[in-house]
């Protein structure tokens, strides 16, 4: 799947979770470069907020989960 999202450009620039050389030090590294910064270099005052659910994947509907993962893999066959 990874390589199909990859390939058809589906993945966001800045989505972390489960990609290869994408910690969440460089997320963190990457907010700081491209928001925080400049931001703050146009005199305004930048506030972060950052959640971890825990168990966020339990919480997701697996019906639906599976037939959208079920319309992505369809198009792989």
Request: glycine share 6%; aromatic share 12%; charged share 15%.
């Amino acid at each position: 799947m990874i390589i199909h999202f990859q390939n058809n450009n589906v993945l966001y620039d800045y989505q972390y979770d489960f990609r290869k050389y994408h910690s969440t030090s460089l997320a963190l590294t990457d907010v700081m470069d491209e928001i925080a910064y400049q931001q703050v270099n146009n005199g305004n005052i930048v506030i972060g907020i950052y959640l971890h659910l825990q168990k966020a994947f339990d919480t997701v509907d697996h019906n639906i989960l599976l037939a959208k993962l079920y319309g992505i893999l369809g198009n792989l066959v």
